[in-house]
Protein backbone atom coordinates (compact mmCIF):
# COMPACT_ATOMS: atom_id res chain seq x y z
CA UNK A 1 0.00 0.00 0.00
CA UNK A 2 1.55 3.48 -0.85
CA UNK A 3 0.90 6.34 2.07
CA UNK A 4 -1.20 9.09 1.13
CA UNK A 5 -0.34 12.60 2.22
CA UNK A 6 -2.17 12.25 5.11
CA UNK A 7 -1.12 9.01 6.28
CA UNK A 8 -3.79 7.11 6.41
CA UNK A 9 -3.51 3.99 4.47
CA UNK A 10 0.12 3.09 5.98
CA UNK A 11 -1.97 3.45 9.35
CA UNK A 12 -5.14 0.96 8.40
CA UNK A 13 -1.87 -1.25 7.02
CA UNK A 14 -0.12 -0.97 10.07
CA UNK A 15 -3.49 -1.62 12.06
CA UNK A 16 -4.50 -4.41 9.49
CA UNK A 17 -1.18 -6.17 10.00
CA UNK A 18 -1.33 -5.64 14.31
CA UNK A 19 -4.66 -7.80 14.00
CA UNK A 20 -3.28 -10.20 11.69
CA UNK A 21 -0.50 -10.65 13.44
CA UNK A 22 -2.51 -10.75 17.03
CA UNK A 23 -4.80 -13.35 15.49
CA UNK A 24 -1.83 -15.98 14.36
CA UNK A 25 0.66 -14.86 18.15
CA UNK A 26 -3.17 -16.34 19.73
CA UNK A 27 -3.67 -19.54 17.47
CA UNK A 28 0.37 -20.20 18.43
CA UNK A 29 0.15 -19.59 21.91
CA UNK A 30 -3.08 -21.50 22.43
CA UNK A 31 -1.33 -24.13 20.47
CA UNK A 32 2.03 -24.17 22.63
CA UNK A 33 -0.24 -23.81 26.06
CA UNK A 34 -2.21 -27.03 24.90
CA UNK A 35 0.88 -28.76 23.84
CA UNK A 36 2.79 -27.58 27.29
CA UNK A 37 -0.29 -28.54 29.32
CA UNK A 38 -0.60 -32.33 27.73
CA UNK A 39 -4.76 -31.72 27.47
CA UNK A 40 -5.83 -35.13 26.25
CA UNK A 41 -7.29 -34.41 22.86
CA UNK A 42 -3.90 -32.83 21.80
CA UNK A 43 -1.76 -35.81 22.92
CA UNK A 44 -4.26 -38.31 21.61
CA UNK A 45 -4.32 -35.84 17.99
CA UNK A 46 -0.60 -36.33 18.38
CA UNK A 47 0.12 -40.05 19.05
CA UNK A 48 -1.83 -40.77 15.76
CA UNK A 49 1.12 -38.18 14.47
CA UNK A 50 3.99 -40.34 16.04
CA UNK A 51 4.79 -38.07 18.81
CA UNK A 52 5.15 -39.04 22.35
CA UNK A 53 4.41 -37.04 25.12
CA UNK A 54 8.04 -35.99 25.58
CA UNK A 55 8.32 -35.20 22.23
CA UNK A 56 5.21 -32.66 22.74
CA UNK A 57 6.26 -31.05 25.24
CA UNK A 58 9.10 -29.93 23.44
CA UNK A 59 7.68 -28.67 20.13
CA UNK A 60 5.16 -26.57 22.75
CA UNK A 61 8.64 -25.19 23.99
CA UNK A 62 10.06 -24.45 20.73
CA UNK A 63 6.46 -22.83 19.52
CA UNK A 64 6.00 -20.54 22.54
CA UNK A 65 10.06 -19.56 21.81
CA UNK A 66 9.58 -19.02 18.22
CA UNK A 67 6.06 -17.01 19.24
CA UNK A 68 8.05 -15.09 21.93
CA UNK A 69 11.00 -13.94 19.25
CA UNK A 70 8.19 -13.12 16.67
CA UNK A 71 6.42 -10.74 19.28
CA UNK A 72 9.27 -8.55 19.94
CA UNK A 73 9.61 -5.86 17.46
CA UNK A 74 13.11 -6.37 16.81
CA UNK A 75 13.66 -9.78 16.51
CA UNK A 76 9.95 -10.21 14.29
CA UNK A 77 12.10 -11.20 11.03
CA UNK A 78 13.67 -14.03 13.03
CA UNK A 79 10.71 -15.30 14.94
CA UNK A 80 8.60 -15.16 11.37
CA UNK A 81 11.52 -17.05 9.62
CA UNK A 82 11.87 -19.38 12.96
CA UNK A 83 8.03 -19.88 12.87
CA UNK A 84 7.89 -20.80 8.91
CA UNK A 85 10.79 -23.91 9.59
CA UNK A 86 8.25 -24.81 12.46
CA UNK A 87 5.40 -24.72 10.36
CA UNK A 88 7.23 -26.69 7.85
CA UNK A 89 7.71 -29.81 10.13
CA UNK A 90 4.01 -29.20 10.28
CA UNK A 91 3.58 -30.12 6.55
CA UNK A 92 6.14 -32.44 6.67
CA UNK A 93 4.49 -34.49 9.28
CA UNK A 94 0.58 -33.75 7.90
CA UNK A 95 2.13 -35.63 4.48
CA UNK A 96 3.86 -38.57 6.34
CA UNK A 97 0.84 -39.59 7.76
CA UNK A 98 -1.46 -38.95 4.66
CA UNK A 99 -3.99 -36.17 6.30
CA UNK A 100 -5.95 -34.56 3.93
CA UNK A 101 -4.01 -32.13 1.04
CA UNK A 102 -6.13 -28.87 1.18
CA UNK A 103 -7.89 -28.78 4.60
CA UNK A 104 -4.44 -30.37 6.39
CA UNK A 105 -1.24 -30.46 4.87
CA UNK A 106 -1.79 -27.18 3.46
CA UNK A 107 -2.91 -25.66 6.36
CA UNK A 108 0.48 -24.55 7.91
CA UNK A 109 1.02 -23.21 4.41
CA UNK A 110 -1.87 -20.86 4.61
CA UNK A 111 -1.04 -19.99 8.37
CA UNK A 112 2.58 -18.88 7.32
CA UNK A 113 1.23 -16.79 4.46
CA UNK A 114 -0.99 -14.78 7.52
CA UNK A 115 2.10 -14.87 10.11
CA UNK A 116 4.31 -13.26 6.84
CA UNK A 117 1.48 -10.78 5.71
CA UNK A 118 0.82 -9.36 9.23
CA UNK A 119 4.63 -9.32 9.20
CA UNK A 120 4.77 -7.28 5.77
CA UNK A 121 1.77 -4.93 6.48
CA UNK A 122 3.44 -3.59 10.25
CA UNK A 123 7.34 -3.33 9.01
CA UNK A 124 8.88 -1.24 7.25
CA UNK A 125 12.19 -3.62 6.66
CA UNK A 126 10.22 -6.56 5.61
CA UNK A 127 8.30 -4.10 2.75
CA UNK A 128 11.34 -2.81 1.57
CA UNK A 129 13.19 -6.56 1.57
CA UNK A 130 9.93 -8.09 -0.51
CA UNK A 131 9.58 -4.92 -3.05
CA UNK A 132 6.92 -5.93 -5.36
CA UNK A 133 7.43 -2.78 -7.67
CA UNK A 134 8.91 -3.44 -11.34
CA UNK A 135 12.68 -3.16 -11.38
CA UNK A 136 13.74 0.10 -13.44
Known amino acids: MSTTTNGVSSKMSLWTGRILTGLAVLFMLFDSVTKLMKVDAVVKASAQMGFSGAALTAIGAILLVCVVVYIIPRTSILGAVLITGY ?4 V ?3 MRIGAPLLSNVLFP ?14 EQRVRSLFSFRPSK
Do not use: D, H, K, S
Request: hydrophobic residues 55%.
Open 87 to 90: LGGA
Open 109 to 122: VYFGVLVWAGLYLR
Open 92 to 94: ATN
